[in-house]
């Protein structure tokens, strides 16, 4: 059996690992997240390759003697040198990054999840600084229904009504109405306006999103919608994010 194989994978984290070396975790469409280590000092093509945002062909070697990987070569595809240019688009790229690592690549379906990141990272990589917001809104919503956490947003969950407002309980992990919506703070009010955009976008790409704009309440509201699905999977990454 070789120990060497070939992965599609989107690096996501790197740090340092002993004195010289990295430390990596990759998203990839056959396994998952994986972690291995990138050896070379500051000045190494190879670690320069396996940089967080770079997507392409990755070869591992794994050592069943030491239970670890390392990253032999690296085929990059996409580079994305756009996203060191925003400060914005950065942010966003480390809180994509952030979700796909935090909650173990989905757990399943490798391959979309892959599909799912690296064509927000695409987007992201010339919008300014309100798209960026809404490409991050946007992944995060589709993230959320690929892990089944999605809420439906057209109208109340418990008695199906139809209203400009309504209303969502993280207490009982849906959308509801004035009368059903249960006595409790923290409700999240949605409106008409960003619940519109949700389905409008909902089956869009990220490179899409330029044509649908949101104004300043509904984008409030829909930040505050994707934070409360996504609290319990992502803990405290979301308070460190500035979006």
Wanted: aromatic fraction near 10%; include cysteine.
């Amino acid at each position: 059996m070789s120990r060497t194989a070939v992965y599609s994978a989107l690096i996501l984290k790197s740090r340092v690992s002993g004195e010289s070396n990295r430390e990596v975790f990759l998203l990839t469409a056959e396994e998952g997240i994986m972690r291995a280590t990138v050896f070379g000092g500051p000045k190494s093509k190879l670690r320069a390759h396996a940089s967080p945002f770079n997507s392409g062909k990755v070869w591992l070697y794994y050592n069943p003697v030491k239970d670890s990987a390392k990253i032999s070569d690296f085929d990059v595809h996409s580079w994305r040198p756009g996203l060191r240019e925003l400060y914005e688009r950065t942010m966003a790229a480390g809180a994509i990054t952030d979700t796909v690592l935090a909650t173990h690549g989905g757990g399943g379906s490798w391959g979309y999840a892959l599909h799912l990141a690296t064509t927000a990272l695409d987007a992201l990589e010339s919008a300014n600084e309100d798209l960026c917001s809404r490409i991050l809104i946007h992944f995060l919503w589709r993230w959320a229904g690929f892990l089944g956490l999605q809420p439906q947003v057209e109208c109340c969950a418990a008695c199906e009504k139809k209203a400009d407002a309504l209303w969502f309980s993280s207490r009982e992990g849906s959308v509801l109405c004035d009368d059903c919506a249960p006595e409790q703070t923290g409700l999240i009010r949605l409106d008409l306006g960003c619940r519109r955009w949700l389905s409008a976008v909902a089956q869009l790409e990220s490179s899409q999103l330029s044509r649908y704009s949101m104004d300043n309440k509904s984008i409030r509201e829909v930040k505050s919608l994707a934070a409360a699905v996504l609290t319990e999977a992502l803990g405290k990454r979301l308070a460190s994010w500035d979006w």
